[in-house]
């Protein structure tokens, strides 16, 4: 089973940075697709990036909101994906969740079986 765990969260005046990270464990993350998904107080958990699995090419994509500011990658020695936050806006704000799917993204968030506890991203002055 396949286990995840966030990190990097943080407070964060807007304009500023984060990184977060989602370490894998009790297996590699060549066969399995990973996302970060967010989720505000008040609202549904929503998808924010995903990178497809290595085997299937590792394309990425995100949620039209991020675009130009974040950043998601994977260091498969590490068996971590990352998550670079640019720009950060006071709306990014939320707890942040990694969770991984086999092969391919999905926009079906209960199509992702594997999830982190999650990191709270919080982003004000």
């Known amino acids: 089973q396949l286990q995840l765990v966030e990190s990097g969260g943080g407070l964060v005046q807007p304009g500023g940075s984060l990184r977060l990270s989602c370490a894998a464990s009790?297996?590699?993350?060549?066969?399995?697709?990973t996302g970060w998904f967010r989720q505000a107080p008040g609202k549904e958990r929503e998808g924010v990036s995903c990178i497809n699995s290595r085997r299937s090419g590792g394309s990425t994509n995100y949620a039209d909101s991020v675009k130009g500011r974040f950043t998601i990658s994977r260091d498969n020695a590490n068996f971590t994906v990352y998550l670079q936050m640019n720009n950060l806006k006071p709306e990014d704000t939320a707890i942040y969740y990694c969770?991984?799917?086999?092969?391919?993204?999905?926009?079906?968030?209960?199509?992702?079986?594997?999830w982190g506890q999650g990191t709270q991203v919080t982003v004000s002055s």
């Open positions: 009790g297996g590699t993350l060549d066969y399995y697709a």
């Open positions: 969770a991984a799917r086999n092969y391919y993204c999905s926009r079906y968030v209960n199509s992702f079986g594997s």
